[in-house]
């Protein structure tokens, strides 16, 4: 309580004092605080909104696509999202290179279900968060709930569904054979 008292006190004495707050605020950022240099690795994780965007995320090629359906209001959701940018990351493409052992061996997606309710509904995907994972030739291969505390269920699914890295998803710089000139 007297904390309180003090800190109304001094906000009073600021206020009325005609003393500017803005001389106590430092004009440029602290010396450790300098933006880095090096762009942050992203994953690319698709948004769904709507039955197009998932046929056409789904049909894209034989690699496991993978669809997080989620609710933006959901706490176990925003829990999970963190280990699926994550897995994301890890397995999926990234936008500007990097990225993990098993880069590129999986596709990522989010649908929201309040905005796809319908397309949720007929999937059968009504708990959140829930994974739908397919694959082209396969069809659906899983799914199922998956809070943050079964995302090894997501892993296992992912190591039995993806294919070994090979030549198609590598890019073309490194899967041409090397040429030894004479």
């Known amino acids: 309580m007297s904390l309180l008292i003090i800190q109304l006190i001094l906000v009073l004495i ?5 003393i500017s707050v803005q001389s106590y605020i430092p004009s440029t ?35 496991p696509a993978v669809i997080k359906v989620y609710s933006h209001w959901c706490r176990t959701c925003r829990q999970f999202d963190m280990r699926y940018k994550n897995l994301a990351l890890n397995w999926g ?3 500007n290179g990097g990225g993990g052992i098993y880069s590129n061996r999986a596709r990522f997606a989010q649908m929201e279900y309040s905005a796809n309710e319908e397309i949720c509904k007929l999937l059968k995907a ?3 968060p829930y994974i739908l994972i397919y694959k082209r030739s396969e069809g659906e291969v899983a799914r199922f709930a ?24 590598l890019p073309m710089s490194l899967s041409e054979e090397p040429t030894i000139e004479p």
């Open 29 to 63: 950022p602290p010396p450790n605080r300098q933006p880095s240099s090096s762009p942050a690795i992203k994953s690319t994780i698709i948004d769904i909104t709507s039955p197009d965007d998932l046929q056409a995320f789904v049909v894209k090629d034989d690699r």
């Open 14 to 18: 600021v206020l009325y004092s005609g």
């Open 93 to 95: 493409e990234q936008n």
């Open 126 to 128: 009504t708990k959140v």
């Open 146 to 169: 998956c809070p943050p505390s079964k995302m090894q269920l997501l892993i296992d699914a992912l190591h039995e569904h993806a294919s070994p890295l090979n030549d198609d998803l």
